[in-house]
């Protein structure tokens, strides 16, 4: 989860580099994308901190997080971005995994 916020950050700064750099065509929504996309990327490191904590409400977060990821990296595959849909999927199978594993539920919902 900690490193899906610092990629999320990583986008942000994409966001901004070509807001500022490459003059974006409407600037008004790079820089609303851009304060959105560091809205998430504070959302995650806030779950990442809580489950590192192993507080319960984290996993709920997560978990949808995580589905949301699925739903859009999936259709990437058939659209002609499979190296996209890649980035999506796989780290979001692999938490999901991770998040349902018994220690790890044991260590949750202590």
Same mark, same amino acid.
């Given at each position: 989860? @900690? ?6 950050? @990583? ?13 974006? @065509? ?28 192993? @507080? ?55």
């Amino acid at each position: 989860m @900690a490193l899906e916020a610092l990629l999320l950050v @990583a986008g942000a700064a994409y966001l901004v580099h070509g807001l500022v750099v490459d003059d974006a @065509a409407v600037p008004v929504g790079a820089a609303v994308l851009a304060l959105t996309t560091l809205a998430f990327a504070a959302g995650v490191a806030l779950c990442a901190h809580g489950l590192l904590q192993r @507080a319960t409400w984290a996993r709920s977060p997560v978990l949808v997080w995580q589905l949301l990821q699925l739903a859009a990296g999936w259709p990437a595959f058939s659209g002609g971005s499979p190296w996209l849909g890649v980035l999506l999927v796989v780290p979001a199978v692999l938490v999901l995994v991770g998040l349902f594993l018994p220690p790890v539920s044991a260590q949750i919902s202590r």
